[in-house]
């Protein structure tokens, strides 16, 4: 233990050194209240916001305001992150923010209006463990191979559980048959029982639902509302246009068992997305800030893709989410792969799932 000490200790000088660098690098940033007074009246017009009363109007103004200056004082900031604890590898990359449709909310209004995933009981489903050895290229994105549909806005509904599950089904249909088919999230919203609709969910028991039907019917005739209403049985029962038999579960925590998986097909993850620079994430490899502890995941979304470098620096997952495409980098986010820690970057090896036909 002795031996290590030192070792601790210039790891921890190092990273003040950086830090203090960092923050002299990026000096407080105020714009004018003019300035900011503009950039709001056309962010409310653009998103079309209206406010119930005026007091409303100037609360959501100071949230924005403080989102536009922060906005301008990250830039283009590089971060310093340690591995497990603080300790390990450090490394130095660039996140890109910006502002989007949610410039009037602070991380927890986003975290309880556009996420969704319900842990409430959560056990883990029996893992499918690939061979270790298996085929897996060092770079896999299944959008190039017309795998995966546009990117879709889940709204205020509580519904990336379903978002996740459906990307992930329509991956493994074209994979199958060769046809991209845009499939129905709000059948799910409104069928899954093992889920809450728009209060939260669980892409395991939303997969679970499609293979007990046999699958899943289109978005085209089951369209999404963004509204939990009742179950069109019709539909779920002789409706299907992807065939689903079952879904299987990665070994959690395992990058490499899911990236075997993602090799295969899209696979939906749970994660957390409760950061300030993960709200307003516009590109890079994100590494943080975020929790990595699977009690901590609130958020659902699939990876389509992944790659492995060249350089320790460049490894990362590529992940679809469901809150438009003006959010992140054209509606992803690219995920720091092959992390120190086993649960991954915003934990998202804790718990990953993929349909079978």
């Known amino acids: 233990m002795a031996s290590s000490t030192p070792y601790l200790v210039v790891l921890l000088c190092l990273t003040s050194l950086l830090q203090a660098s960092l923050t002299a690098a990026n000096p407080s940033f105020e714009l004018p209240e003019s300035e900011v007074r503009s950039r709001f009246s056309k962010w409310m017009t653009k998103y079309s916001k209206h406010y119930s009363c005026h007091e409303e109007e100037e609360k959501r103004f100071g949230i924005f305001k403080q989102n536009t200056n922060s906005i301008g004082a990250f830039a283009s900031q590089t971060t310093v992150n340690g591995g497990v604890g603080g300790f390990g590898p450090q490394t130095i990359t660039t996140v890109r923010v910006g502002m989007n449709r949610f410039g009037d909310l602070n991380p927890s209004e986003v975290v309880e209006q556009f996420t969704g995933f319900n842990n409430t009981g959560f056990r883990t489903p029996k893992p499918s463990p690939l061979p270790y050895h298996s085929w897996k290229p060092c770079c896999v994105d299944w959008r190039s191979s017309g795998a995966v549909t546009g990117i879709k806005f889940q709204g205020s509904c509580l519904s ?198």
């Open 160 to 357: 990336c559980w379903a978002f996740a599950a459906v990307a992930a089904i329509e991956g493994m249909n074209k994979i199958r048959t060769g046809e991209l088919v845009s499939l129905s999230e709000q059948q799910l919203v409104d069928c899954d029982t093992g889920s809450s609709g728009c209060s939260g969910g669980r892409s395991d028991t939303a997969l679970g639902l499609a293979a007990t039907r046999g699958g899943i019917t289109s978005e085209a005739k089951y369209p999404y509302s963004g509204i939990q209403g009742t179950c069109n049985v019709d539909k779920l029962l002789f409706d299907n246009q992807a065939s689903v038999k079952g879904f299987k579960a990665v070994p959690p925590n395992d990058e490499h068992q899911l990236a075997l998986a993602v090799a295969r097909q899209p696979v939906t993850v749970y994660i957390d997305a409760s950061a300030w620079e993960f709200q307003f994430y516009t590109g890079g490899i994100y590494r943080g800030p975020c929790s990595s502890d699977a009690s901590r995941v609130n958020h659902a979304v699939t990876i389509v893709g992944y790659c492995e470098g060249p350089g320790e620096d460049n490894k990362y997952w590529i992940a679809k989410n469901s809150w438009s495409n003006d959010w992140g980098d054209q509606g992803y986010i690219y995920l720091a792969k092959d992390v120190p820690w086993k649960t991954g970057t915003c934990g998202l090896a804790t718990s990953p799932f993929y349909p079978t036909a």
